[in-house]
């Protein structure tokens, strides 16, 4: 966003301890507002505030595991959390455009392969199902209100940048740290589930041009290539020279109660009306993601 051009403010929750480091390096040039998805008057104020055209709503509790021990919290995160934004865009000025952030998960045991914006949802885990909340009632007030309101269907999206927890870093983190002599293994769940993984960078591209088109609509965005988590535990080992074998240890308790077993997507949508395709191919985002995390390393040695 700041590469084209715009003004950016974002939105964050206060805490005694500040979590920015994935911010770092644009921190001066974004300005950051306290709200919070639990308060909507807080959510009025920041957009009276900052006066937006285009509102991104990506945040939620994202990860799928803790969504089952605070399903409660998610729900009103992640559901219940984009009616307070879109009560909020459409009290403060109802031309913002909206994009919602909208998951995968929420086809959950799929009815089809590859998944499509018609696909019927059957999500898996507390948060497939706050995602699929959050998803109708983006339709919903686009239909009620004729809000400029998108939904983008997104596949797991992944970075240097992304989270620990999530399965992708969590394996090119262990790679790098054993590599280092920080770590002896890397204890993981379902090696067997598999997802269709993209680059992050890419994504957002697809996001934006969602809200630049003459009429709202939802989106699948996905490579189409499905991958195990063996093949990304394989891929991520094998530039350093270490037999994953040696390393790798299935954890039950890394298992969950629901699996998605297997996602891929069909981004034709995306590809004929946004005129979008992802430019980053699995392999090129592992081998990127294990470098990034050996420098990062290497660095603080
Ligand atoms: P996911 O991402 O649940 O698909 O949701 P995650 O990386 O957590 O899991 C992907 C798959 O890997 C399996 N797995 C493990 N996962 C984690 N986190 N840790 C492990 O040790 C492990 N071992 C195996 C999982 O069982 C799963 O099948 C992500 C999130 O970003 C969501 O917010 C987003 O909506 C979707 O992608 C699209």
Known sequence: ???????????????????????????????????DLLDQLSLVRVLEESR????????????????????????ELTGLGVTR?????RLVDPGIRFYQA???????????????????????????????YGHAITINYRESYGIFACSGI???????????????????DGVARIKHGLARELRLGNLE?????????????????????EAADDYVIATGEGHSVRDLV????????LDWRQYVVVDPNLKRPAEVDVLRGDATKARHRLGWAPKVRFPELVRMMVEADLARYSASR
Request: aromatic letters at 12%; glycine letters at 6%; zero cysteines.
């Open 234 to 241: 394989e891929l991520a080992f094998s530039p350093v020279g």
């Open 85 to 89: 934004m879109l009560e909020a865009v």
């Open 193 to 213: 589930a598999r997802r269709d993984w993209g680059f992050a960078g890419d994504y957002v591209e697809a996001m934006w041009l969602m809200l630049q088109q």
């Open 154 to 172: 997104l596949f797991n999206h992944e970075s240097p940048r992304r989270g620990k927890e999530f399965v992708t870093r969590k394996v090119t």
């Open 52 to 75: 937006p055209h285009e509102v991104y709503n990506l945040a939620a509790q994202s990860f799928v595991p803790t969504s089952w021990s605070q399903p409660v919290l998610t729900g």
């Open 102 to 132: 909208s998951s995968s998960e929420m086809f959950g045991q799929v009815r089809e392969t590859p998944q499509t914006e018609r696909t019927p949802f059957h999500p898996r885990s507390p948060y497939g199902v706050a995602k699929v």
């Open 1 to 35: 966003m700041l590469e084209k051009g715009y003004t950016v403010w974002g939105m964050v929750r206060r805490a005694s301890t500040e979590t920015f480091e994935r911010i770092e390096h644009i921190k001066g040039k974004i300005q950051l507002k306290q709200a």
